[in-house]
């Protein structure tokens, strides 16, 4: 059973940076092609992918966010942390990490987030 | 980038109605669409992934179709626990991008 759960601040101050936590289960970011995301949802509006991370340290951001973020992981841990720098208001949402598996559609790798965290809402606020 | 825009922003419809959303991708994502509902206050769930298959457990009368362009999310007998807001997604190339949702209420 995949689990993954979020932990961090649920405040912070503008221009301060964010650090959070995706502590999982269920699966080895070992295994070939498995991945870990970040997905933040301001309050009453859409997600909005950040970024993710491959079991070989492979790297992708989003890259309007890309200068302020920082994805790694700690595989014998089972964690994957998250920071971003310069907060400001607008950051308030609430943050997810979701697992990504390699799905094989029709001989075609497909990637999708099909566990998600419960979620962490950070307030951006002085 | 490529942009999703989703249509209706919100529906209206009652139980047993046949229900359709719509994704349009700003270039061609081949079948690089899915789909997820999301219930207020809870993380989203995968409903649909490479536009058409069905994720283990959800149930059939949840379909997907579409490529290239154009995509069509069905719910072909809406049930009380369908009223949620739905979001497609594509991952065809970084960086991944949601639709604005689509709101399926009560009428």
């Known amino acids: 059973q995949i689990t993954l759960k979020e932990s961090g601040p649920t405040l912070v101050k503008p221009t301060q940076t964010l650090t959070l936590t995706c502590t999982f289960s269920?699966?080895?970011?070992?295994?070939?092609?498995?991945?870990v995301g970040w997905i933040r949802q301001p309050p009453g509006k859409a997600l909005e992918w950040l970024a993710l991370?491959?079991?070989?340290?492979?790297?992708r951001y989003s890259p309007s966010l890309k200068s302020r973020l920082t994805i790694t992981k700690d595989t014998s841990k089972n964690q994957v942390v998250l920071t971003m720098t310069n907060m400001d208001p607008v950051d308030t949402a609430t943050y997810y990490c979701?697992?990504?598996?390699?799905?094989?559609?029709?001989?075609?790798?497909?990637?999708?987030?099909?566990?998600w965290g419960q979620g962490a809402l950070v307030t951006v606020s002085s | 980038d490529i942009q999703m825009t989703q249509s209706p922003s919100s529906l209206s419809a009652s139980v047993g109605d046949r229900v359709t959303i719509t994704c349009r991708a700003s270039?061609?994502?081949?079948?690089?669409l899915n789909w997820y509902q999301q219930k207020p206050g809870k993380a989203p769930k995968v409903l649909i992934y490479?536009?058409?298959t069905l994720q283990s457990g959800v149930p059939s009368r949840f379909s997907g179709s579409g490529s290239g362009t154009d995509f069509t999310l069905t719910i072909s007998s809406l049930q009380p626990e369908d009223f949620a807001t739905y979001y497609c997604?594509?991952?065809?190339?970084?960086?991944?991008?949601f639709g604005q949702g689509t709101k399926v209420e009560i009428k």
């Open positions: 979701a697992h990504i598996p390699r799905n094989m559609v029709r001989g075609v790798i497909f990637q999708v987030f099909d566990y």
């Open positions: 269920g699966f080895s970011l070992s295994t070939s092609g498995v991945s």
């Open positions: 991370i491959y079991g070989n340290d492979d790297k």
């Open positions: 270039q061609s994502i081949s079948s690089y």
């Open positions: 490479a536009s058409s």
């Open positions: 997604q594509q991952s065809y190339s970084l960086p991944w991008a």
